[in-house]
């Protein structure tokens, strides 16, 4: 089987490992970082970033945990699964299939939700009983 | 093998040993096998989305529901046992890089100790989602159930903090008996009786002054509403039907059946797919001890059921977050 070189850089070239397992355990100080962060925020609730962005509906903080939850799977997907090491048509087939489906999908069911909220909490329809 | 794609691409298109993308057949198939799961998954999540959507002022705030740790029985620690469990998996994912790394430098024990490490994560994985499902069910304070299907808590005046049923109500001998389907004309039976009637709620109630139900509307800051004792003992006179301890798939504890489903069916699909994962690591673990992938020349394998385990890894990072802390 023909060894394909390993990219050994994230953060666009910032960091740079000497070999492959040390990568790996960089990347896995990363993700507890993450993940460490987010458990602090979820457990402590700032008021500062429990406030609505305009427009969005959605609160600042959970905005930040989506955020962080796309760096996570962006570092296990291209660390872990090496997608970093694969063509650039892989990755593109892979990732943005993915992608634009999801969004649909999501932005459809999200919408439809609202939709259904706004009717229950029309006067003539009850569930407070 | 590589050569041979590349000498006369043109005229050998058809005869196989094709790489496209660069990547061999399985690692290929095993990426359309993981996005087409992903978005089986990602269907889930995004279904969950629209039931919580739906009840956007009163869906169950997951940080007072999932605030259990083993052998710390009674204490509130919200996400730390699930922060635990994201923890153990990602690490399961970091000994199966280092196998599959171990697999490129063709370093038999290597690759078969790394192996064996991420099978005992994947298995305290799969053990800790059990225990997590076992205390879910069984529940801890009890609630009340209206004739809407609404959730009634109960708090202490106080401090607020959940009040277990057993703490207040009066419990009194009842000639009520389960039915057996042994016993009388139709052959039904029944569920397991409650521990208490409604109407033994209602008078521990109205024996214990500190007492107030919290209702499942969220106020202005996102918390359960508290109700003054005159509406909560009315409320209850007038709407309460039933006892709810613990979750199942048509009602739960914790406020709105949805929650419950989407939990099981989530966390449960989940779990599937890594005691699957468990079970694979585990054929390929043997045959990486016998040595088949010595005789073959490439670990090829081990790369393949890697990329699985790191899905199961990612779809739980998701799964996390949009459940637990969103």
């Known amino acids: 089987m023909a060894h394909q070189e390993h990219d050994l850089t994230i953060f ?10 040390q990568k790996i355990w960089g990347v896995l100080l990363l993700l507890s970082i993450v993940t460490a962060v987010e458990v602090a925020l979820g457990i402590y609730k700032p008021d500062a970033l429990m406030s609505y962005i305009p427009y969005l509906n959605m609160k600042i903080l959970n905005l930040i945990f989506i955020v962080l939850t796309i760096v996570k799977a962006y570092y296990i997907t291209w660390d872990f699964m090496h997608m970093r090491d694969e063509t650039k048509l892989l990755r593109r087939v892979v990732v943005w299939t993915f992608i634009f489906l999801v969004l ?18 029309i006067d003539y329809i009850k569930r407070d009983f | 093998m590589s050569s041979s794609v590349n000498v006369s691409s043109s005229e050998n298109t058809w005869g196989g040993g ?12 095993m990426w359309f096998f993981l996005v087409s799961d992903g978005l ?13 959507f739906k009840f956007l002022d009163s869906w169950p705030i997951a940080d007072e529901v999932f605030t259990h740790v083993p052998f710390l029985h009674g204490q509130e620690l919200p996400m730390i046992y699930v922060a635990f469990m994201t923890f153990v998996l990602i690490m399961s994912s970091v000994t199966m890089v280092l196998a599959v790394d171990a697999g490129h430098q063709m370093k038999q024990s ?24 076992a205390t879910f069910i069984n529940g801890d304070y009890g609630a009340v159930k209206t004739k809407g299907g609404n959730i009634l808590q109960f708090v202490d005046s106080h401090s607020h903090h959940r009040v277990a049923l057993h703490d207040f109500a009066h419990k009194h001998h009842t000639d009520r008996v389960q039915h057996e389907e042994t016993n009388g004309l139709w052959f039904y039976d029944e569920g397991t009786l409650p521990e208490y009637s409604i109407a033994e709620v209602i008078e521990g109630m109205e024996a214990s002054p500190n007492v107030l139900v919290r209702t499942q509307t969220l106020n202005k800051d996102g918390e359960k509403t508290i109700l003054s004792r005159d509406e909560s003992l009315n409320i209850l006179r007038a709407h309460g039907q039933s006892i709810v301890t613990g979750a199942n798939l048509y009602e739960n504890e914790y406020g709105v059946p ?9 966390t449960g699909f989940h779990g599937f797919h890594v005691f699957s994962g468990v079970v694979l690591n585990i054929i390929i673990f043997f045959n990486v001890i016998l040595g088949t992938y010595e005789r073959r020349g490439h670990y090829e394998m081990v790369e393949k059921v890697g990329l699985y ?15 637990y802390l969103v």
Request: proline share 1%; aromatic share 26%.
């Open chain 2, 110 to 133: 290597k690759v078969a100790f790394y192996m064996l490490l991420t099978i005992i994560g994947g298995a305290i994985f799969v053990g800790s989602q059990a225990w997590e499902w």
């Open chain 1, 104 to 121: 649909y999908l999501v932005w459809i069911l999200i919408q439809e939700a609202g939709y259904i909220f706004d009717i229950d909490s």
């Open chain 2, 40 to 52: 089986t998954f990602s269907g889930f999540i995004a279904a969950y989305g629209f039931a919580r």
């Open chain 2, 309 to 323: 385990w790191h899905f199961v890894d990612l779809v739980w990072v998701f799964v996390f977050t949009f459940f």
């Open chain 2, 18 to 29: 094709n790489k496209p993308m660069n990547a061999s057949y399985g690692k290929l198939m």
């Open chain 2, 258 to 266: 949805l929650f419950a489903d989407f939990f099981f069916f989530i």
């Open chain 1, 12 to 21: 666009r070239g910032l960091i740079k490992f000497k070999n492959i397992t």
